[in-house]
């Protein structure tokens, strides 16, 4: 019998070995990062794949602030989307789909950065309501087309959990925060915590600092 269990111990240990490597997330590769030092970016209007329509603009306007606080000039979002407009280009699908050489020529900037938001709204969730807002987005060197860095985040309404109470006063709760989410838009201040996530300098596997932050020496 012991030498059955040392036998089935011996299997079950590369198995073992394989789910604890895959819960570690490897160090993000900032070589093509670094030799490409960006210093202003142009931030694309987001990729919605959300079924809200107001995704794509409730999360670019609140792009501006972690890039510029990770010490990066950003183009302003307003001018960038009206200038696409007057091309003809209203949609984030044909946006994302021009050349990064012809970004480069028109707005003169280093790098693009892509969003695309794969979650946005709130779901009934029999005794919760929930809000949720999942973005993952990718900076582009536009002279080179090459891909310097990705990553992606979420923010949600029930990150502090489930506080309990009886089941009634829980199916209350979730109807009355369905009711207030649906009506004031819930998702966009959760798109900002999401946007401070996903773009914020210094994190890990996150965007490195700019020239403009007086961390940049850390890089």
């Known amino acids: 019998m012991l030498k ?8 079950l240990l590369p198995a073992l070995l394989v789910v604890g490597c895959a819960t570690q997330q490897a ?5 093509a990062f ?3 030092k960006p210093r202003s970016i142009v931030v694309l209007p987001p990729l919605n794949n959300s079924p809200d329509l107001k995704a794509t603009y409730s999360m670019l306007s609140q792009v501006t602030h972690p890039l510029a606080e990770a010490g990066y000039y950003v183009l302003p979002v307003a001018v960038v989307d009206e200038t696409f407009k007057q091309n003809g280009l209203t949609s984030g699908a044909d946006i994302h789909a021009v050349a990064p050489a012809k970004i480069q020529e028109i707005f003169g900037a280093d790098a693009a950065l892509y969003i695309t938001v794969s979650k946005y709204g709130t779901s009934y969730q029999v005794i919760d309501s929930v809000t949720a807002v999942t973005a993952d987005a ?3 060197d536009l002279k080179t087309g090459t891909v310097l860095w990705t990553g992606a985040a979420s923010a949600s309404s029930n990150e502090g959990g ?8 829980a199916l209350i709760t979730a ?9 004031t838009d819930a998702s966009h201040p959760l798109a900002g915590v999401a946007s401070a996530r996903l773009l914020s300098g210094g994190l890990n596997n996150g965007l490195l600092y700019g020239p403009r932050s007086v961390n940049y020496s850390k890089n």
């Open 138 to 140: 990718r900076l582009v």
């Open 34 to 36: 670094k030799q490409a």
């Open 162 to 169: 489930n506080n309990g109470g009886n089941l009634l006063g």
């Open 175 to 183: 109807a009355v925060k369905q009711i207030i989410n649906t009506t």
């Open 27 to 31: 160090p993000y590769d900032y070589t």
């Open 4 to 11: 059955k269990c040392l036998r089935l111990g011996a299997c």
